[in-house]
């Protein structure tokens, strides 16, 4: 039930653009994002939902194909501050499944000035 | 304080010891996860509790034994831990369960 992420690992120079995939095996009711920075906690980034929607801030964007069970994080201008490990954590329905992440192993990317 | 802080930050216990981790949300949120985050292995979501009663037990052993006093504070209790379980908990909480969740910064396990 894992997702699996692509690529593992991304090196960028600042102003370079970035996609990060998420794929699931299993038809997916949300996807979450979340970024990672080296011995901090995760923080939240965006959530998109069934219905296949697309969302964005500053130059960070994710859109959702649920019909192929997959999401990807696009990061346009990169920026040193959006160096970390990217996760991907997806909930297959509602009910008594509603709140239950799975995980991906996560991208790590790394922006170089 | 704000957000969700978690105590002790880092944690050295022998494999007979009892211990126990905190977490607590200022966020007015209902509910709260526990998590393990190994290296080189995805984010594992232990438990789920949602407005204090617990909706998840994600085939934890019993060694890991949680409790929710309110919707504000979460323990992990830990009794004769494996050295396989050295990693780092996680604990977060969302509004409602599905919504956004807020992690807190993670207690450093190492048992011996």
């Known amino acids: 039930q894992q997702p699996v992420q692509s690529p593992q690992a991304v090196i960028l120079r600042e102003g370079e653009d970035a996609v990060i995939n998420c794929s699931s095996s299993k038809a997916l009711y949300s996807v979450h994002w979340y970024r990672q920075k080296h011995g901090e906690a995760p923080v939240f980034l965006m959530i998109l939902l069934k219905g296949g929607e697309q969302k964005g801030h500053d130059k960070i964007s994710a859109s959702f194909n649920e019909k192929k069970q997959q999401s990807s994080l696009y990061l346009t201008a990169s920026q040193l501050s959006y160096s970390g490990t990217y996760f991907c954590?997806?909930?297959?329905?509602?009910?008594?499944?509603?709140?239950?992440?799975?995980f991906g192993r996560g991208t790590q990317l790394t922006v170089w000035p | 304080e704000t957000g969700v802080t978690q105590t002790p930050r880092h944690l050295v216990m022998g494999m007979t010891n009892k211990k126990s981790l905190k977490c607590e949300q200022h966020l007015g949120h209902n509910a709260m996860y526990w998590y393990k985050q190994s290296a080189k292995k995805p984010l594992e979501l232990m438990f789920v509790y949602s407005l204090e009663e617990r909706v998840e037990n994600n085939s934890v052993p019993s060694r890991f034994s949680p409790e929710c006093p309110n919707s504000s504070h979460l323990f992990l209790h830990l009794h004769t831990l494996q050295p396989e379980d050295s990693a780092l908990y996680l604990c977060?909480?969302?509004?409602?369960?599905?919504?956004?969740?807020?992690f807190g910064p993670g207690t450093r396990l190492t048992v011996l």
């Open positions: 954590g997806t909930e297959s329905g509602r009910g008594s499944t509603l709140g239950r992440l799975y």
């Open positions: 977060a909480s969302s509004l409602m369960r599905g919504n956004e969740q807020f």
